[in-house]
């Protein structure tokens, strides 16, 4: 048998440049590897969007449940036994407002079930009454102190006068908007939320969101609340004569 002479197999530079040109023409593979890198992005992209939406319903109900309880109170009508121009409201009518939350704001209840408590430490809200008061006699140019007449649910304070704010700044339970200082009365209904995001908890954290709504009694001059009619979560508070 011959022996065959193999020669030596050329390793070096100029046999690797044809693999290296074929490799790069390969397109093979080349599809998943761009879903692998953009799939976690759209992902990403898609939860952010998710929550984004959610949130933004969740804040326009707020808005609208504060509303609404703002504007229910102000509909107070006329108690005879109080005289002609007053309204009066009683434990029961304050509560019946408080409810309308779930009515207008039915999420809470499904988020109250997810977080395991109840449903009044989901939402925090609290109705009152300011009355504007001046100095006496003054008839032109007036400034306005409010003093909280009555208050009920998370409440607001009886001890000082309410402070003045500018109409963009987040609501406070002791301010109010500089612009609606003025004569006579207004009723107020304040919320406060915390959201808490789906998905991205863990990057964006609780968003508190607060809504406040005012309004000035329809039919009434003012609206007192009367504590003899029943118990409940409501108090009145002094207001200087």
């Known amino acids: 048998m011959t022996a065959r002479l193999l020669a030596p197999r050329r ?6 440049r044809p693999v290296l040109r074929a490799w790069r023409a390969d397109r093979h593979g ?3 590897l761009e879903i692998a890198f953009i799939l976690p992005i759209l992902l990403v992209l898609a939860l952010v969007a998710f929550d984004l939406a959610r949130y933004t319903i969740y804040v326009r109900k707020a808005h609208l449940a504060a509303a609404t309880m703002a504007d229910l109170l102000a509909r107070a009508d006329p108690d005879p036994a109080l005289g002609n121009s007053t309204g009066r409201l009683t ?3 304050l509560d019946s407002v408080f409810r309308t ?7 809470l209840m499904k988020e109250a079930q997810i977080r395991n408590e109840w449903v009044w430490s989901t939402v925090r809200a609290s109705l ?4 504007f008061k001046t100095q006496s006699g003054c008839q032109s140019n007036c400034t306005y102190t409010a003093y909280v007449a009555w208050t009920a649910g998370q409440g607001r304070p009886c001890a000082t006068p309410l402070t003045g704010a500018a109409t963009a700044a987040q609501p406070s339970p002791s301010t109010l908007p ?6 006579g009365f207004l009723v107020v209904a304040d919320l406060v939320f915390e959201y808490r995001p789906l998905f991205l908890r863990s990057v964006v954290g609780t968003v508190t969101v607060r809504r406040s709504f005012y309004a000035p009694p329809r039919y009434v ?9 029943s118990a409940g979560n409501a108090w009145v508070c002094v207001v200087p004569a």
Not at 101 to 107: D, G, I, M, S, W
């Open 11 to 16: 390793t070096g530079p100029g046999h690797l």
């Open 30 to 32: 080349v599809a998943g």
């Open 91 to 93: 434990w029961a009518n």
């Open 101 to 107: 939350q779930l009515v207008v704001f039915p999420e």
């Open 128 to 131: 009152s009454g300011i009355q």
């Open 178 to 183: 500089s612009d609606i200082f003025g004569p």
């Open 221 to 229: 001059s003012s609206i007192v609340y009367d504590p003899t009619a």
